[in-house]
T-cell receptor, first 112, second 113 residues
Framework: RKEVEQDPGPFNVPEGATVAFNCTYS??????FFWYRQDCRKEPKLLMS???SGNEDGRFTAQLNRASQYISLLIRDSKLSDSATYLC?????????????FGQGTTLQVKP | EADIYQTPRYLVIGTGKKITLECSQT?????MYWYQQDPGMELHLIHY???????EKGDLSSESTVSRIRTEHFPLTLESARPSHTSQYLC????????????FGSGTRLTVV
């Protein structure tokens, strides 16, 4: 079983739609979480950190449920420019290395 | 305004050649990482370093080697390139700490013919 699991999609949505991505992590000791965005043939870029209380950045909302070991990303009013792969990331809490563990990504295609 | 630089951006090279992929960062980060990623596939950690003279192998076995003689520089070397090494190689760095993610370079797309 992968340490961070995501539905690979693709999610095909019309412009203006609201879309939600889910992610689960297996290591209950994981201490911090992030969402990254990766455009085709580009490097991943940090989209936002995920805090226990939930956090919002414009049209993007991230939620963390530690009890269920579940992370979500909600995108409201989707734009064509949101088309990308979204990577769910957990920090390895089982050792003192603190490495980031990346999910395989969920692909979003926003259509006009 | 990238603070982490990778060169070359693209490299096509013949089988058996020795190659070094360069990665430099100007942020003073102690932690640096090399990932390998095939098109449409997930990232695989192949090497990491937590400071000068510290290097460790990652989760994916790789025939490449790395060195960390200076904080800002973390080159990756393939002694004898093979077609199976064709992939994108991404370098990243981090200041460390629970709430900090990684900053990635723009990658080197390697093709071995």
């Amino acid at each position: 079983r992968k340490e961070v699991e995501q539905d690979p999609g693709p999610f095909n949505v019309p412009e203006g739609a609201t879309v939600a991505f889910n992610c689960t992590y297996s290591n209950s000791a994981s201490q911090s979480f992030f969402w990254y965005r990766q455009d085709c043939r580009k490097e991943p870029k940090l989209l936002m950190s995920v805090y226990s209380s939930g956090n919002e950045d414009g049209r993007f909302t991230a939620q963390l449920n530690r009890a269920s070991q579940y992370i979500s990303l909600l995108i409201r009013d989707s734009k064509l420019s949101d088309s990308a792969t979204y990577l769910c990331v957990a920090r390895d809490g089982s050792s003192n290395t603190g490495k980031l563990i990346f999910g395989q990504g969920t692909t979003l295609q926003v259509k006009p | 305004e990238a603070d982490i630089y990778q060169t070359p951006r693209y490299l096509v090279i013949g089988t058996g050649k020795k190659i070094t992929l360069e990665c430099s960062q100007t942020m003073g980060h102690d932690k640096m990482y090399w990932y390998q990623q095939d098109p449409g596939m997930e990232l695989h950690l192949i090497h990491y370093s937590y400071g000068v003279n510290s290097t460790e192998k990652g989760d994916l076995s790789s025939e490449s080697t790395v060195s960390r003689i200076r904080t800002e520089h973390f080159p990756l070397t393939l002694e004898s390139a093979r077609p199976s090494h064709t992939s994108q190689y991404l370098c990243a760095s981090s200041v460390g700490g629970l709430n900090y993610g990684y900053t990635f370079g723009s990658g080197t797309r390697l093709t071995v013919v």
